[in-house]
């Protein structure tokens, strides 16, 4: 069973920042894309970053872009989001989720990722 753990959320000021972690167990790693994704209050689940399986391949989406950094640690099998400058309007729900694919190519739709953490919750007061 596989199953997705995310940590390090919380409540930080505008211009802060956090790291995300997710843990991953009964999934083989190695071979999988990773992403993370936020939904805040009202809006739809969006694609924030991924990155494919070997790591040498990153997508970011333009609202972040610059800000986070997505990276993983095969060894521990964790992914995670370095978040920095952080404005209000990061404030979300983060999930980290994963698919299967020996491609480098990184997907950014939800409904290709089948498996999904059950959150994380990140505040930024201004």
């Known amino acids: 069973q596989v199953q997705l753990v995310e940590s390090g959320g919380g409540l930080v000021q505008a211009g802060g920042s956090l790291r995300l972690s997710c843990a991953a167990s009964?999934?083989?790693?190695?071979?999988?894309?990773r992403g993370w994704f936020r939904q805040a209050p009202g809006k739809e689940r969006e694609f924030v970053a991924g990155?494919?399986?070997?790591?040498?391949?990153?997508r970011y989406a333009d609202s972040v872009m610059g800000r986070f950094t997505i990276s993983r640690d095969n060894g521990k099998n964790t992914v995670y989001l370095q978040m920095n400058s952080l404005k209000p309007e990061d404030t979300a729900v983060y999930y980290c989720?994963?698919?299967?694919?020996?491609?480098?190519?990184?997907?950014?739709?939800?409904?290709?990722?089948?498996?999904w953490g059950q959150g994380t919750q990140v505040t930024v007061s201004s």
């Open positions: 989720a994963a698919y299967y694919s020996g491609s480098p190519n990184i997907r950014s739709a939800t409904n290709d990722y089948n498996y």
């Open positions: 009964g999934l083989t790693f190695s071979t999988s894309t």
């Open positions: 990155i494919s399986w070997s790591g040498a391949n990153k």
